[in-house]
């Protein structure tokens, strides 16, 4: 749905892209973003607590990835490109629209037929391939053309926005506007062509909000199953809070979201424990061999402890195999438990922002996810101010909570998987007199 972004670009193309789009993922540019990340949590907050005011039992039933799908993709519109689509306002905004559970319309029980389209696409030459991906009657194609042409009418739109911007020497530090900027340079490595352009630009249209939906999804899911744990991350977070009135402040910085230990083990304990990308695919560039950590036995009886690979091979990565295996994370490995990251004997006791870049949720080396920073800061931000103001409980339906595999890992409900990504949570105001 993208075209030749730095998602699917190889080789010489991936690390030029990647060059050209390096400083606007930066730290200071991650840190700088906080503010709107806050912001834009703030706007969910306020409808909740207007919600809230007229109910009878001053508590409501949300469907949590409903409401936060639309605030991160407006996030992502602020952050990555300047622009405010407006989502959490605009019950009509056409994006928000054409991306509701886009991946569990496309991906989620997948069938025979499915199966068989994509062995097909893998060997067929590229052309006859893009020709029957373009004319496949295939309702779930079908839907995927609509959301290409949305999203690159939307692209197309900011493009030309944007260059007006930067030709009145109105243009920001955003993505966006360090991307075109880098088009105007007469070093033709320096720039993308328009196909490129509009391609990192669906990318993060759909990178940058519904991952970091689900994933709040599940760390809020999570933290309604363990109520102490909520307790503890809500208590840490208003003795944040009065430290910053006696400074005479009310805004997190990113340096205020690093001081807090347990915000940081929680984050990372969620990232782990459900992880949204459920596969890394790396391609060997040479014959060679993959060492194991443990030996296996095979179906016939051998022991190995390497895997053979050629040239040009793919090889998946399972991320939640590799998250929860017990040799890296201990016995308790399909236990939700932030406190694991709290444990210095355990190497795990940093808060720093860079520990993250170690969980395998987002990859590694030159193909590792580019927006990771944003991702994290993002999840800070929006945890501080839901946890701080809403205690969140589980309803009778959490029962039928199912995780469902369609390209990410979603939240939805048994039986109803029609009525897309489901996480329902019961939510009532938070007592600060408590803490």
Same mark, same amino acid.
């Given at each position: 749905?993208?075209?030749?972004?730095?998602?699917?670009?190889?080789?010489?193309?991936?690390?030029?892209?990647?060059? +050209?789009?390096?400083?606007? *993922?930066?730290?200071?540019?991650?840190?700088?973003?906080? !503010?709107?990340?806050?912001?834009?949590?703030?706007?969910?907050?306020?409808?909740?607590?207007?919600?809230? #005011?007229?109910?009878?039992?001053? #508590?409501?039933?949300?469907?949590?990835?409903? =409401?936060?799908?639309?605030?991160?993709? %407006?996030?992502?519109?602020? /952050?990555?490109?300047?622009?405010?689509?407006?989502?959490? %306002?605009?019950?009509?905004?056409?994006?928000?629209?054409?991306?509701?559970?886009?991946? /569990?319309?496309?991906?989620?029980?997948?069938?025979?037929?499915?199966?068989?389209?994509?062995?097909?696409?893998?060997?067929?030459?590229?052309?006859? /391939?893009?020709? *029957?991906?373009? $004319?496949?009657?295939?309702?779930?194609?079908?839907?995927?053309?609509?959301?290409?042409?949305?999203?690159? %009418?939307?692209?197309?739109?900011?493009?030309?926005?944007?260059?007006?911007?930067?030709?009145?020497?109105?243009?920001?530090?955003?993505?966006?506007?360090?991307?075109?900027?880098?088009?105007?340079?007469?070093?033709?490595?320096?720039?993308?062509?328009?196909?490129?352009?509009?391609?990192?630009?669906?990318?993060?249209?759909?990178?940058?909000?519904?991952?970091?939906? @689900?994933?709040?999804? =599940?760390?809020?899911?999570?933290?309604?199953?363990?109520?102490?744990?909520?307790?503890?991350?809500?208590?840490?977070? &208003?003795?944040?809070?009065?430290?910053?009135?006696?400074?005479?402040?009310?805004?997190?910085?990113?340096?205020?979201?690093?001081?807090?230990? $347990?915000?940081?083990?929680?984050?990372?304990?969620?990232?782990?424990?459900? !992880?949204?990308?459920? &596969?890394?695919?790396?391609?060997?560039?040479?014959?060679?061999?993959?060492?194991?950590? @443990?030996? +296996?036995?095979?179906?016939?009886?051998?022991?190995?402890?390497?895997?053979?690979?050629?040239?040009?091979?793919?090889?998946?990565?399972? +991320?939640?195999?590799?998250?929860?295996?017990?040799?890296?994370?201990?016995?308790?490995?399909?236990?939700?438990?932030?406190?694991?990251?709290?444990?210095?004997?355990?190497?795990?006791?940093?808060?720093?922002?860079?520990?993250?870049?170690?969980?395998?949720?987002?990859?590694?080396?030159?193909?590792?996810?580019?927006?990771?920073? *944003?991702?994290?800061?993002?999840?800070?931000?929006?945890?501080?101010?839901?946890?701080?103001? *809403?205690?969140?409980?589980?309803?009778?339906?959490?029962?039928?909570?199912?995780?469902?595999?369609?390209?990410?890992?979603?939240?939805?409900?048994?039986?109803?998987?029609?009525?897309?990504?489901?996480?329902?949570?019961?939510?009532?105001?938070?007592?600060?007199?408590?803490?």
């Amino acid at each position: 749905m993208s075209g030749p972004s730095v998602v699917y670009a190889e080789g010489d193309d991936h690390r030029r892209q990647r060059r +050209i789009m390096a400083p606007g *993922f930066g730290t200071p540019q991650a840190k700088a973003l906080v !503010p709107i990340f806050s912001a834009v949590a703030s706007s969910v907050t306020n409808k909740w607590k207007d919600l809230l #005011s007229i109910s009878n039992d001053r #508590s409501e039933v949300f469907n949590i990835p409903a =409401w936060i799908s639309r605030a991160t993709l %407006d996030a992502i519109g602020l /952050a990555g490109f300047d622009y405010d689509f407006g989502a959490m %306002d605009n019950d009509d905004n056409r994006l928000a629209k054409v991306y509701k559970n886009l991946f /569990a319309d496309l991906f989620a029980a997948p069938t025979n037929g499915m199966f068989m389209v994509g062995t097909l696409i893998s060997i067929l030459p590229a052309k006859v /391939a893009q020709w *029957f991906l373009e $004319y496949n009657p295939s309702a779930r194609l079908a839907r995927a053309r609509v959301v290409r042409e949305v999203s690159q %009418d939307v692209a197309r739109n900011l493009v030309s926005a944007k260059i007006n911007e930067i030709a009145n020497m109105e243009g920001g530090k955003d993505v966006m506007s360090l991307m075109i900027k880098a088009n105007l340079s007469e070093n033709a490595r320096s720039r993308l062509s328009e196909k490129e352009l509009l391609a990192q630009m669906q990318v993060l249209f759909i990178a940058g909000h519904e991952t970091t939906a @689900n994933t709040l999804s =599940w760390t809020l899911l999570e933290l309604s199953r363990r109520p102490e744990l909520q307790t503890k991350l809500r208590q840490e977070i &208003h003795t944040k809070e009065r430290e910053l009135a006696r400074e005479e402040r009310t805004e997190f910085t990113a340096e205020d979201f690093e001081s807090l230990p $347990y915000l940081s083990a929680v984050v990372k304990e969620s990232l782990r424990y459900h !992880p949204v990308a459920l &596969h890394i695919a790396k391609m060997a560039i040479d014959n060679d061999c993959i060492p194991l950590s @443990n030996p +296996i036995t095979t179906t016939d009886g051998k022991q190995i402890d390497q895997i053979t690979v050629s040239k040009g091979q793919i090889v998946f990565l399972s +991320i939640p195999a590799y998250n929860r295996n017990k040799a890296v994370f201990g016995e308790d490995a399909h236990v939700f438990r932030p406190e694991r990251w709290l444990q210095k004997s355990e190497g795990m006791g940093s808060t720093s922002v860079g520990v993250y870049a170690n969980l395998l949720t987002f990859s590694g080396g030159v193909r590792s996810c580019i927006g990771w920073r *944003f991702a994290v800061h993002e999840l800070q931000a929006f945890l501080v101010e839901m946890v701080r103001n *809403f205690e969140f409980s589980l309803t009778p339906e959490c029962e039928r909570i199912r995780r469902e595999a369609c390209g990410v890992m979603v939240p939805t409900l048994a039986g109803e998987l029609a009525k897309g990504v489901q996480c329902p949570l019961k939510v009532r105001c938070a007592r600060r007199d408590e803490y």
